[in-house]
Each structure stands twice: as structure tokens, then as C-alpha cells.
Nanobody
């Protein structure tokens, strides 16, 4: 079973920044597209961003365009999500997932524990 570990969440004030990391174990992520998703309390999980296996394609939800940046380091089997100018509505649990296709990808494996991001003054 594919394993993913998300980290980097925390409490930040509006306008602040966080960088999330997604590390894959047991297999190389080099051949997979990777997506970041989030789920806010009482809401459905939504796609935030994705990056293709070779980083030639990157996609962002309209709500985060211009504020979030996705990147990957295949040598470290890690995908990052740099989040700037954070807003209270960004508060959610953030998850990463391997997928085939970016942005319209078929999800592979299962959900991890996620990392909590809370934007509040």
C-alpha cells in the first residue's frame, strides 16, 4: 500500500506563510503526478494543486492561484506546497495523493493522515 506523510502545517496569522511537505515511502514518486487536497470542517475535500511527474504541468484551484506554489524534488521523493498570503478560508486539513494525470487525475493509493493548517488571528 502506498504511504504518504504530510507535514508542515500549523497555526499562522492571516497574511502569513507555510510550506507543506509530502514525502513518499516504499516506492518512487518519480513516475506519478502528485496532488494536494484539503478538507475544511463541514465541507467536502477539494483539489488545491497538482504537479506532473516531470514538473512540466502545474495546476491550481482558482482560490489559491497567485498565492500557492507547488514544486517537487524527485531526488528527495518530496512534493512541496508553498502557501503565501494565507487567509482564514484556507483553514483545513491538507492531504497529498499520488495520481495519474494532472489536473484531472485518477487517484492512486489511499489518503494519509494529513496536516492541519489553521489561519487565525
Amino acid at each position: 500500500q502506498l504511504q504518504l506523510v504530510e507535514s508542515g502545517g500549523g497555526l499562522v496569522q492571516p497574511g502569513g506563510s507555510l510550506r507543506l511537505s509530502c514525502v513518499f515511502s516504499r516506492f518512487t514518486l518519480n513516475n506519478y503526478d502528485i496532488g494536494w487536497f484539503r478538507q475544511a470542517p463541514g465541507k467536502e475535500r477539494e483539489g488545491v494543486s497538482c504537479v506532473s511527474s516531470t514538473s512540466d504541468k502545474r495546476n491550481y484551484a482558482d482560490s489559491v492561484k497567485g498565492r500557492f506554489t507547488i514544486s517537487r524534488d524527485n531526488a528527495k521523493s518530496t512534493v512541496y506546497l508553498q502557501m503565501n498570503s494565507l487567509k482564514p478560508e484556507d483553514t483545513a486539513i491538507y492531504y497529498c495523493r499520488a495520481q495519474r494525470g494532472c489536473p484531472a487525475g485518477i487517484l492512486v493509493g489511499s489518503w494519509g493522515q494529513g496536516t492541519q493548517v489553521t489561519v487565525s488571528s
